[in-house]
T-cell receptor
Framework: NAGVTQTPKFQVLKTGQSMTLQCAQD?????MYWYRQDPGMGLRLIYY???????DKGEVPNGYNVSRLNKREFSLRLESAAPSQTSVYFC?????????????FGPGTRLTVL | GENVEQHPSTLSVQEGDSAVIKCTYS??????FPWYKQELGKRPQLIID?????GEKKDQRIAVTLNKTAKHFSLHITETQPEDSAVYFC????????????FGKGTHLIIQP
């Protein structure tokens, strides 16, 4: 049981390049999330998917797109990377409802945009 | 939307003493309040959470209190140990967590030997 996994662990991009961050969970969770973490800013929600087939914007969605590929996988795409998107990106998943709301986080992807 | 304020940003205590971290939230509909611990270079990990129908919850040396009227909640760590040194984040959610969490900016807890 690997929990929440993310690839890649590290990535360096040039301004304007695109890339997709991958996230998968093997806990049969219905909800998945993408957060970014910047120094002194805590974690901020980018997008979330409450169930397979649905996605919604979070606090900071501009410049990102997401795909809930199936129940296990939730990807985050940067179409044209900008230096302001340099951050650590965390994926999380949870079983929601009936008090089972704990979010479990992946190990993170450290992204640098030059 | 929800706004979560967390204080202090840095807290230094002597080993064995207690530490208290405080958070306030703005959305009266918030009903789920988790606390996460993050060590340097690692992922956030849940240490305790509380729901709006409960005023206090304890787990060994860790406790969380919630005051819905004042819209604030606090983390209490007793008998602090060196391994408690980390950054702690509070968070809040109005959808029980399903629509994501709003985090505070974190408290760097330093345990002095």
């Amino acid at each position: 049981n690997a929990g929440v996994t993310q690839t890649p662990k590290f990535q360096v991009l040039k301004t304007g390049q695109s890339m997709t961050l991958q996230c998968a969970q093997d806990m049969n969770h219905n909800s998945m999330y993408w957060y970014r973490q910047d120094p002194g800013m805590g974690l901020r929600l980018i997008y979330y998917s409450a169930s397979e087939g649905t996605t919604d914007k979070g606090e900071v969605p501009n410049g990102y797109n997401v795909s809930r590929l199936n129940k296990r996988e939730f990807s985050l795409r940067l179409e044209s990377a900008a230096p302001s998107q340099t951050s650590v990106y965390f994926c999380a998943s949870s079983v929601t409802g009936e008090g089972r709301d704990t979010q479990y986080f992946g190990p993170g992807t450290r992204l640098t945009v030059l | 939307g929800e706004n979560v304020e967390q204080h202090p940003s840095t807290l230094s205590v002597q080993e064995g003493d207690s530490a208290v971290i405080k958070c306030t939230y703005s959305d009266s509909a918030s009903n789920y309040f988790p606390w996460y611990k993050q060590e340097l270079g690692k992922r956030p990990q849940l240490i305790i959470d509380i729901r709006s129908n409960v005023g206090e919850k304890k787990d060994q040396r860790i406790a969380v209190t919630l005051n819905k009227t004042a819209k604030h909640f606090s983390l209490h760590i007793t008998e602090t140990q060196p391994e408690d040194s980390a950054v702690y984040f509070c968070a809040a959610s109005s959808g029980g967590g399903a629509d994501g969490l709003t985090f505070g900016k974190g408290t760097h807890l330093i345990i002095q030997p």
